[in-house]
């Protein structure tokens, strides 16, 4: 099973985008706790994308590309920003960034997910799920 | 996400249902600028109709927080399921904002 969908860089289509995917993705409803964590890490993956990626630039798209097979759910999500430097992130439950208000959703997504694998500078995130 | 707000004991109870995500974050913080205006310094955010909490949501529950200690009140949360629990924990903002496990205990506690 394969998904391929763009979305324009707007965050006020994030959450329907998301749900408008998980509702294609087969059987993932059986498991509530990985379908909880693929959601998160889709939706923060998106997010960032849209906000950091695109800088929330309406005309450069989203590109997700969902697989799914038997044993696991690959998801890629791309945008068409500068990139970042993915090796240099700050840890957000330090005492010093444990109040900021930004910089949980990389966190969050490697929590979420068995694997995170980033490629082209970092405009590509790759995240796959164990099933 | 529907957000109904009630005072019991003088304690704001902020009962939240659906999904605290982008959107519905703004909404929250709309409502509880609101509720911080009127006076509130106890404020309980009850999770028990929330399926789905994303970073937007935990950002503004931390400012939720910074605000209400500013203002020398504090925030709780309670009802929280297992998956949002574990996002407080993995994030350590459990540590600074205090879960309880249902309303009447936290109503009790606060």
Do not use: W
Not at chain 1, 41 to 61: F, R, S, W, Y
Not at chain 2, 21 to 43: P, T, Y
Not at chain 2, 56 to 80: H, V
């Amino acid at each position: 099973m394969r998904i391929l969908e763009m979305m324009p860089s707007q965050l006020e289509l994030v959450d329907g985008f998301v749900a408008s995917l998980l509702i294609r993705i087969p059987q993932l409803n059986e498991d509530k706790d990985t379908l909880f964590n693929i959601k998160l890490a889709l939706h923060e993956a998106i997010i960032n994308a849209v906000k950091h990626g695109n800088k929330m630039n309406p005309n450069l798209p989203v590109q997700v590309d969902i697989k799914k097979d038997e044993g696991q759910v690959v998801i890629q999500v791309k945008d068409q920003g500068d990139g970042f430097d993915y090796k240099n992130l700050p840890d957000p439950i330090t005492p010093e960034n444990l109040e900021k208000l930004n910089g949980r959703g990389l966190f969050l997504i490697q929590n979420a997910m068995d694997r995170v694998e980033y490629a082209d500078g970092g405009r590509i995130i790759k995240m796959v799920k164990f099933l | 996400m529907k957000i109904l707000v009630d005072t019991i004991d003088e304690i704001t109870v902020v009962i939240l249902e659906g999904e605290l995500n982008v959107d519905d974050s703004i909404l929250l913080r709309d409502a509880f600028l609101k509720i911080l205006k009127e006076g509130a310094k106890e404020v309980m955010v009850d999770f028990e109709k929330v399926s789905f909490v994303g970073s937007a949501g935990l950002a503004t529950l931390i400012e939720m927080m910074q605000l209400l200690r500013k203002a020398g009140g504090k925030l709780g949360c309670c009802n929280i399921n297992n998956n949002i629990r574990g996002l407080f924990e993995i994030t350590k903002i459990h540590k600074l904002i205090t879960i309880y496990d249902n309303r009447a205990l936290a109503l009790k506690s606060f």
